[in-house]
């Protein structure tokens, strides 16, 4: 039999075992995800299950192999446009969620005073009735905060939240807001654009960790193998500017140690280069409007506050404007100070400079896909909103906080004053899986399946170069007493009989038929679908993980808006009394904190310093001579709004007046793998925001430095040359060589 790979990977999410089935295109076969009668089950033959992933935004199609009835393995899924059946260490970890012994295993009621984390079970018919009889006495006074979500249940959560006369915020620490903004303010687009880094001949990178953190590594990471080594006689150029080397930068051909901040004003002289050479592409009408922008600051005065020397950044115009495909990206560190939405605004006007939107290697915006109910997706909110949603509580236009997987307590830094919310709200609800800290502080959980026990869909607006909805399904039954979100939200609309008469109740129906509808709708305007019966193509879909089209369409007619005039950063702190810049970056793996509870992710060694299971500080070799500090040493930190010790690695690859410092550790709740283990440097950090945006600065912030003394815990995969005769805890050593 000739089966071809499209045809297998139809084939390889059916769970009947020993049939092999005809094409999608002929027959409809039943395909339920294991929800299979055990007889069906044949002990030691493994079945596989199409989905997408959720551990974050990107929504990567994974493959799930399953033995009897437990989840055993993650992979990529190879048909999957965006992740091409690559995954990374979160796709994989995303079993320790489903298997974690610190899941909530059951609706749960506050006992005690609010924080101390004392809670009691109670049925699912007590809990429900609690919810929907709070939700009638705060009716017009509900506020939702939840992770970024997409698709059916976006949509469900959106015309809930309207009936109950309250706000959707979607909040994700690393939503990448500076740049949404700066989009819309360049392209008019509220969807991420595709950087086609594959075609790119020269990639000038302003600190974006692409190959780390940044919207969705993995399709980067094989855009950019494809880049350096995927075309016959042509290695693509890459430079990367940032004040720490991180992953990416240690990939790239030349690192340039920016000083912090000055991103933009580096973008302004490049550009001022661009225009003064003749090299710009810019339409006539709009050349004054670019010149009047990069032209704004002298020279000599850019050179001064970057750092950077004229000779460099004159060689960075020139390989930059004579490149046949150059592609600037911002992000990460550049993204994180008071005018990160303007530098971002200032790097993609040099893509404008050089004619390269539209084009391949270049910025390419895409026509987005025409899922049901996508339209009611929200964008992605900044930290300030969050603090106007709290000052809303405070002056008592709203009472009742729900919370979906989101954890603003930790996420903002104390000098915000998020934790008022938490203890003055009258009533919390939270539909979290985990005792973090936002929902310790609640009244009632209403704990969700796992991704893994539930269904679920994503429509990719950008990013990939084709239309792409994914598609999940449960891959095991429940192993707790938890309730699908979409299913509690749906029964409570049901039950709310005062809800305000311009906004039509959601029908009680069950989640899993509000998603199909959805895909009928949608599987009927597709012409590769439009043959079939919506049960054949159903089952083709799930097979698949999902629908996406060979490519979508680009758009022809972008409107490129000149950049707003640059601002200087503003940093918390003298620099007199506080000398060093303080930057922070996700820590690999653990991310902002939201992976610091699977093990398999807390062991995962950081790339450049092999450190594991907590916190460290990077601090340039000079900078540990010069205050007579050891490898190991416990360092204390200390900014304008706090004071942290945290041990010390000598790290050569950053800039001697800068430290720098990995997020995701420092839980006082969240789980045994979570608690206890680093410091959670948000807890220092000064209330500043972009100017533009509202994010939270996490850059902005400048400290001083005291050496201890004493030694820290600090845990190395491997001892370096710097480390030895230190108590520093070894996990294994290179053999010399």
Not at 57 to 82: D, T, Y
Not at 709 to 716: E, S
Request: glycine residues 10%; contains cysteine.
């Amino acid at each position: 039999m000739d089966l071809k790979r499209r045809d297998f990977f139809k084939l390889i999410g059916v769970t009947t075992v020993g049939s092999a089935l005809p094409g999608c295109e002929r027959e409809a076969h039943n395909l339920v995800p294991y929800l299979l009668p055990d007889e069906e089950i044949i002990p030691g033959i493994a079945n596989w299950y199409a989905s997408y992933c959720r551990e974050c935004p990107a929504g990567c199609g994974i493959l799930v192999r399953v033995m009897e009835g437990r989840a055993k393995k993650i992979e990529g899924n190879p048909s999957h446009p965006l992740n091409q059946g690559k995954l990374c260490a979160r796709g994989h970890a995303a079993l320790q969620d489903l298997y974690n012994p610190d899941r909530l295993r059951g609706p749960m009621r506050r006992e005690g005073p609010r924080g101390e984390g004392t809670f009691r079970p109670i049925g699912w018919e007590e809990a429900f009735s609690l919810w929907v009889s709070q939700l009638k006495a705060h009716q017009n006074r509900t506020a939702m905060i939840s992770r970024p979500v997409r698709g059916t249940l976006a949509e469900i959560f959106s015309r809930f939240m309207k009936a109950q006369g309250g706000p959707l915020v979607l909040y994700d620490a690393g939503a990448a807001v500076n740049e949404h903004t700066a989009n819309r303010a360049n392209f008019g687009i509220d969807q991420w654009p595709h950087y086609d880094l594959a075609n790119s001949t020269f990639l000038l990178s302003f600190g974006t960790p692409f190959l780390d953190d940044w919207l969705s590594p993995v399709s980067f990471g094989a855009a950019f193998g494809r880049m350096r080594q995927g075309r016959a006689g042509m290695r693509g150029r890459f430079v990367q500017i940032e004040p720490r080397l991180s992953l990416t930068a240690a990939s790239a051909d030349r690192w340039i140690p920016i000083r912090p901040g000055s991103e933009g004003l580096l973008a302004l002289g490049i550009g001022q280069l661009i225009l003064a050479h003749g090299r710009s592409q810019v339409e006539p009408s709009d050349r004054r409007k670019f010149e009047t922008v990069y032209r704004s600051h002298p020279m000599d005065h850019i050179v001064q506050q970057t750092g950077i020397t004229q000779d460099e950044i004159e060689r960075l115009a020139e390989e930059f404007a004579t490149a046949s495909t150059p592609l600037a990206l911002g992000g990460g560190p550049a993204s994180s100070y008071t005018n990160s939405t303007i530098t971002m605004q200032l790097i993609n006007g040099l893509n404008v400079l050089v004619g390269n939107i539209g084009r391949p290697g270049g910025v390419q915006i895409y026509d987005g896909v025409q899922f049901p109910g996508n339209d009611a997706t929200v964008q992605p909110a900044s930290e300030q909103t969050l603090l106007e949603i709290a000052q809303a509580f405070d002056q008592g236009r709203y009472s009742l906080l729900q919370l979906y997987q989101a954890n603003p307590l930790y996420s903002l830094p104390p000098s915000t004053g998020m934790a008022r919310l938490f203890m003055q709200a009258p009533f919390i609800v939270s539909f979290s899986s985990y005792l973090d800290e936002s929902t310790a502080m609640s009244d009632l959980i209403l704990p969700d399946h796992a991704p893994l026990e539930s269904w679920g869909d994503h429509p990719q607006n950008g990013l990939s170069g084709n239309l792409t909805v994914g598609l999940g399904q449960p891959v095991v039954e429940p192993l707790y007493d938890t309730r699908s979100v979409g299913d509690l939200f749906l029964q409570a609309s049901h039950h709310l009989l005062d809800m305000r008469q311009d906004h039509h109740p959601l029908p009680a129906h069950p989640f899993k038929d509000r998603l199909q509808a959805n895909w009928q709708s949608f599987l009927a305007d597709q012409t590769s679908e439009s043959g079939d019966t919506f049960d054949l193509a159903w089952t083709c879909r799930l097979q698949e993980g999902g629908w996406w089209t060979e490519r979508a369409n680009v758009q022809s007619k972008i409107s490129s808006h000149a950049p707003s005039d640059y601002e200087p950063a503003a940093f918390a702190g003298d620099d007199k009394e506080y000398p060093f810049y303080l930057s922070l970056f996700p820590a690999m793996g653990v991310g902002r904190g939201e992976g610091s509870n699977r093990p398999w992710l807390q062991e995962l060694p950081d790339t450049l310093t092999s450190a594991v299971w907590g916190s460290w500080v990077e601090i340039n070799p000079k900078t540990a001579r010069d205050h007579n500090l050891r490898s190991g040493e416990l360092l204390r930190i200390t900014s304008p709004h706090g004071r942290i010790e945290v041990p010390v690695v000598f790290f050569p690859g950053i800039r001697p007046d800068t430290i720098a410092l990995p997020m995701g550790q420092g839980h006082w709740a969240y789980g045994r793998y979570a608690t206890g283990r680093g410091v959670n440097p948000m807890s220092i950090l000064a209330p500043l925001f972009d100017t533009r945006s509202g994010a939270l600065a996490t850059g902005a912030t400048r400290v001083r430095i005291e050496g201890t003394g004493q030694l820290g815990k600090l845990a190395l995969l491997e001892q370096r040359h710097e480390d030895k005769g230190h108590e520093l805890i070894t996990i294994g050593r290179r053999q010399p060589t």
